[in-house]
């Protein structure tokens, strides 16, 4: 077993274990902090398949921004979602129907992607540096997509800031 | 490991050497603090008055706005740089392309500006 | 020893810079009092008071270490590393010469701006776990700050990538045949004002100087941990200020001197600039912070992005007319500035 496989498989055993803390704790602050975790390790995931400037990206954005509106908007709620799990519901009687319903989902899931060939051997570095690679394939092929980001971005920008004027 | 994963290799070998030299400074202050347990000591800090209401407080709109908009122009800036690395060769277009992506967030931040939610009470 | 030799260079690197801050420790000291027509420290070492950043450090390891009751203890402790970690890491990018470096990374500019927005979670962490309402206000302010000024500072260093069109900060310093700050002048200057907020020194240092919030997001820590936080920031300082000469001052390049001697000239240069900075100008209300940061230097750096992207598309030799139009923007900039800033 290689040392990338080897990195590989502790990566994802550290990114999973950290999602199913985040979905089961009740402690939002504890939530944040171990998304910040698992979003840093997919970064590193990112670096095991030689895309240094999308891990970078990825810590760039989600362990800087992403964050930190996570932390700034968890801050608006009122003091009865404690942190300490006091005073928040965390049961209802849908039970039976959402365990359905995740069962289910995973079935779908599953008969999907078992049968797949999924090959597993090392990645090599495709291209000498992925950056210049990155802005040559955006701005020949994929331009458009890339000023609809930008449209995405002002809605979002104004949608923020039409609701937090009515706050205020 | 071939030979690509040779710098990846150093950033967590720095890593490494970080946090355990960080324990290591601990370590050492830990041998050679005093302990001496007081219930005043574990209070939380007022500047003298006694702290009350727990530490949740409920914080205005403007930190969350502050930070979308500094989310927003982020994904901008990480746009531009695989941008800043190629438009030379791809002459007016690119430069037009990206005029462009600016300009539209460039709007946004007039608009922020002007509605006033910009302003840091 | 393959295997070993990366460890071995972490620590060799982490105990330079450790001996440098304890210099620049000494010489911030020394520069801020005779600054105020004092003489700084003078009885620790007999000499100068050569011996005082020494008998901080041993001061912090001798105090106690207070957890409150009301904090978060796991990540009450985690949070100095998470502050500390991170910038050890950006030690592994930067060169010294073309000759001295640790490893050549191809996205080495990015690289460092993406592991700088880890201070401001540190300081989240810390102000959160710390179990105080105060220090959980002061940390979201500080992080407020932070966030504003990494726009800049992205946007900044963005105009040179252009002007080198690669990310390697190695092939950034050979490609200055004149240096950036004559192409840049504009993102240099927001370059210095962006990295003096995000290293929040003076005079930006509202983190940890309000009256009203005493100590912001440290409050309830103690010793050591403390002391980690403050040696994170010296890190950062480290790293930001190697940033400044490789961008925007040519790096190793220079006459006669061999290229490590010019490159801690420059380094030397940067500090001195800061510390002197530190102790010239009052320190910024935070309105007058948040509207520096969005209304003068986003825009600023936006601009000389635009310009910077014109000319070296449309102009074959764009070196002088860059330059001039530069210093002529830089001009009026300062001009409206004074308008804006009331």
Redesign the interface.
Known sequence: MSGQLLAFWALSFVILSGALYIVMTKNIMHAVFMHLLTMSMIAAVYGLLHADFMAAMQVLIYAGAVTAMVVFALMLTKSQSRPDGAGIAVDNQQRGASFLTAAGFLAVVIYVLVPQKWAVHEAAPVVKSDVAAMGAIIFKSYILPFEVISVILLAALIGVIVLARKED | MNAGMTNYYYVVAFAIVGGVFGGLLLSVARMLRPRKISKTKLEAYECGMEPFEGNWTQYSARFYVFALVFLIFDVEIAFLYPWGTVFRDFGVTSLIEMFVFIGVLLLGLVYAWKKGVLKWL | MAIAL??L???AL?IFVLSNIVFFMWAEFKISGRVADRFGPMETGRWHGWAQPLADILK???????????A?KL?FRVA??VG??????V??AIPYTNKIF??D???A???V???S??T??SM??GG?A?????S??GA?RA??ML??Y??PL??AI?GV??LS???SLIGIVQQQTVWNIVLQPIGFLVFMVAMQAELQRSPFDLAVAESEL?AGYS??YS???Y??FQLGEFFGLWALASMAVLLFLGGWHGPYLPGIVWFFIKFYGIFLFLAFSRVSVPRVR??Q???LG??IL??SA?VN??IT??L???VPHYQVPLAVSEFVILIAALYLMRRVLK
């Open positions: 990366p460890f260079i972490a620590l982490v912090f390891l001798n105090k106690e270490d207070i957890i409150p009751a009301n978060d990540i100095p590393f500390f970690i991170p910038v050890v890491m030690l592994a640790v490893r990374f191809d996205i500019v990015f690289f701006i993406a592991l927005s880890f401001f979670v989240v962490m959160w710390s179990g105080n309402k105060y959980l206000l979201f992080a407020g966030l504003s990494e726009l992205g946007l963005a990538v252009m069109a690669t990310l005493v409050v309830e010793g050591m941990r002391a980690m935070p309105d912070l948040m509207d969005w209304k986003l825009p936006l992005i635009v992207a014109t070296i598309v449309l």
